[in-house]
C-alpha cells in the first residue's frame, strides 16, 4: 500500500492559528501590564473612570471616583474636606485635604510640638532621618517622630507603634501644598525608606486632580 501523502496545508494552518493565540496572549498580558504600571504611577484611576468635581476652599478638583476613599456621590459638591486613597510605588496612601486653616505642617509642628516631647534617646531607622520616640504624655504614648535634621524645611513625620505584635507601623505627615491646601497623608512606616522621592512622588496624582495649583 502507498505512503499516504503528507498534507502541508493542514500543518501550516495549524501552526498560523497556534502563533495567533501565542500572538494574541502576548498583547492582552501587555495590556495589563502597561495598566497595572499605569495605576501605580497615579496616571489612572484605579477603579472608576468616572471624573468627580469638588470645591474646597474655592479650589475647584477634577478626581477621578475610583480615589475617592469614601465612596462617591454626586459629580459636583461642595466639600469640607476630601479623603482620596492612592496607590504608589511607596505603598498605599491615604489623603486627606482640607482648608489650610484646620491643619498645621508636621514641619512647623517638629519645633512647635515635638521637640520638646523628645526622650533622649534615638530609634535606628532609614538612612537619613533622625528617629525621635516621645514621651508617653499628651497622647504621645507608642508614638515616634522621624525627620531630616539637615533640611530648613524637613521631611517629617510622626509614626505610631504597630496595633499588633508583628504589624506596621502607621505614620501621618500633613503638608502645606503650593494651591494653599493642606494634605494629610497616611501610609506605612515601610514607606519611610524612600522619604527623599515621597513628596515627589505624591505631587503627581495631587497635580492631575489641581491640588497643588493656586485658584485664580
Known amino acids: 500500500m502507498p505512503a499516504k501523502a503528507f498534507q502541508p496545508s493542514a500543518n501550516l494552518g495549524f501552526n498560523l492559528a497556534a502563533i ?5 496572549a502576548g498583547a492582552l498580558a501587555l495590556a495589563y501590564g502597561i495598566d497595572g504600571l499605569s495605576r501605580l504611577r497615579g496616571d489612572t484611576p484605579a ?15 477634577t478626581i477621578p471616583a475610583g480615589w ?13 474636606q476630601i479623603d482620596l486613597r492612592l496607590e504608589l ?3 498605599q496612601v491615604d489623603v ?3 482648608p489650610r486653616s484646620r491643619a498645621r505642617a508636621s514641619a512647623r509642628l517638629l519645633d512647635g510640638v515635638y521637640l520638646h516631647q523628645f526622650m533622649p534617646n534615638e530609634v535606628e531607622g532609614p538612612a537619613g532621618l533622625v528617629g525621635k520616640p516621645l514621651y508617653p504624655t499628651d497622647g504621645f504614648e507608642g508614638e515616634t517622630v522621624w525627620y531630616d535634621p539637615l533640611s530648613g524645611d524637613p521631611f517629617v513625620a510622626k509614626c505610631a507603634a504597630p496595633l499588633e505584635k508583628g504589624g506596621e507601623a502607621h505614620c501621618l ?3 502645606i501644598l503650593p494651591s494653599g491646601l493642606a494634605a494629610v497623608y497616611s501610609f506605612g512606616a515601610s514607606a519611610l525608606v524612600s ?10 496624582p495631587l ?10
Open 20 to 24: 495567533g493565540v501565542m500572538v494574541a
Open 47 to 61: 477603579r472608576d473612570d468616572t471624573m468627580l468635581v469638588r470645591n474646597i476652599a474655592g479650589q475647584t478638583l
Open 68 to 80: 475617592m476613599r469614601l465612596g462617591r456621590e454626586d459629580r459636583e459638591s461642595f466639600a469640607s
Open 89 to 91: 510605588s511607596t505603598g
Open 96 to 98: 486627606t485635604l482640607l
Open 173 to 175: 505627615r500633613t503638608v
Open 195 to 204: 522619604w527623599r522621592q515621597f513628596d515627589a512622588e505624591m505631587a503627581v
Open 207 to 216: 497635580k492631575k486632580i489641581g491640588a497643588l495649583q493656586a485658584p485664580l
